[in-house]
C-alpha cells in the first residue's frame, strides 16, 4: 500500500461529503430531512453496524490479544483526553465551542473512516483488531459526548442507555464471551448498518454548505486543532507505543486510528443533544480533508 492508494480511500470519503453539500444545494437534504435522518443513523444504522462488526467476522482474536488491544486503547484516549482537556482551556471561544474542540480532540474517526484505512493498510484481518479499538470509542463518544457538547444542562442519565451505548456494550460482551449469534443476525445487521457510512458523511456534507469556506481556512485556532489531531496525537502515540515493545500490527492499527479525521458522530449528536452544530462541522470538513494528505504520511512513517 503506497501514498497514492491511501490517497485514493481518502478521496472516496471526500466524494461522499460533496456529493451531501451537493443535495443541500440542490434543497434535497436539510432542515428537518437533516433532523430525521440523524435520528435514523444514531438510533437504527449506528447501532447495527456495531453489533454487525463483531458478528459478521469469520474468526475474533484470543481472548490475550483482545486484551492486549484493550490495553493500547486505553493508552490511546488517555492521550486523547489529556489534550482535550488541556489545549481548549488555552483557546478563546463560547462554552459551546470549546465543547466541540473538546469533542475533536478526543474522538476520531475511528469506525466510518478508520475500518477502511485499516484493511487498505494492514489487510482484512486487521478489521477486527480496529473493531477491538473501537468499542471504547462507541461508549465513550456516546456518554461523554454529549456531555462535552451539551453541557449537564443538556445531560440526561438515560442517555447512557442510548441504542448506540447499548449496541456497544453488548459487541465487548460478544467479544470477550465469544458468543456468536446466528449467522442470519449478523446478515440482517450488516444489510441495515451498512448504509451508515455514505448516509452519515451525505449529511455532514449537508451541514457544511452553509458554512462560508472562507470561514473555515481563516481560523488559525481550526488549523491548530487540526494539526494536533492528525500528526501531533498519532506521532505521540507512536513514540510511546514503540518504548512498551508493542506488536507491529496493533501498534501499526492503533496509531493510524488516531490519525483520523474528527468523528462524523461528532456532527450528529451536535444536532441532536443542541451543540455548536455548525463549528463541528467546520472541524469535521477541514480535519477530513487535511487527512486526504496526512494519513499517507502517517502510513508512510509505519510503513
Given amino acids: 500500500m503506497n501514498f ?16 451531501g453539500f451537493a443535495a443541500r444545494r440542490l434543497g434535497w437534504l436539510g432542515g428537518e430531512t437533516d433532523q430525521k435522518l440523524s435520528k435514523i443513523l444514531l438510533n437504527i444504522t449506528m ?13 475474533l482474536p484470543e481472548i490475550g490479544v483482545i486484551l492486549s488491544v484493550l490495553e ?17 482551556r488555552l483557546l478563546p471561544g463560547t462554552p459551546a465551542q470549546k465543547g466541540v474542540w473538546r469533542y475533536a480532540l478526543s474522538f476520531p474517526n475511528v469506525g466510518f473512516i478508520g475500518y477502511p484505512v485499516a484493511m487498505a493498510l494492514f489487510g482484512q484481518e486487521a478489521l477486527f483488531y480496529a473493531v477491538v479499538l473501537a468499542l471504547p470509542f462507541n461508549v465513550l463518544s456516546y456518554s461523554l459526548g454529549p456531555l462535552m457538547l451539551a453541557g449537564m444542562a443538556r445531560f440526561r442519565w438515560k442517555q447512557l442507555l442510548s441504542p448506540c451505548i447499548v449496541a456497544s456494550v453488548g459487541a465487548l460482551v460478544l ?4 458468543l456468536r449469534p446466528p ?29 462560508p469556506a472562507g470561514q ?88
Fill in 216 to 303: 473555515v481556512f481563516r481560523s488559525a485556532k481550526l488549523w491548530l486543532l487540526s494539526i494536533l489531531r492528525l500528526l501531533v496525537l498519532p506521532v505521540v502515540l507512536w513514540a510511546i507505543l514503540r518504548t512498551m515493545s508493542t506488536d507491529a500490527l496493533v501498534m501499526g492499527i492503533a496509531v493510524t486510528q488516531i490519525a483520523m479525521p474528527v468523528a462524523v458522530n461528532g456532527t450528529l449528536l451536535s444536532m441532536e443533544y443542541g451543540g455548536d452544530t455548525a463549528s463541528m462541522a467546520q472541524i469535521t470538513f477541514l480535519t477530513t480533508l487535511g487527512s486526504i494528505l496526512t494519513i499517507p504520511m502517517i502510513a508512510a512513517l509505519l510503513l
Fill in 4 to 19: 497514492f492508494d491511501v490517497l485514493g480511500e481518502m478521496l472516496v470519503i471526500l466524494f461522499a461529503i460533496v456529493a
Fill in 175 to 178: 467479544a470477550l464471551t465469544r
Fill in 47 to 59: 447501532p447495527a453496524m456495531i453489533l454487525a462488526a463483531v458478528i459478521t467476522g469469520d474468526q
Fill in 72 to 88: 493500547v486503547a486505553v493508552i490511546f484516549y488517555a492521550l486523547s483526553f489529556a489534550l482535550a482537556l488541556t489545549v481548549p
Fill in 183 to 211: 449467522a442470519l443476525a449478523g446478515e440482517m445487521l450488516d444489510f441495515v448498518g451498512s448504509i451508515t457510512v455514505p448516509l452519515s458523511l451525505l449529511v455532514v456534507g449537508s451541514f457544511l454548505a452553509d458554512i
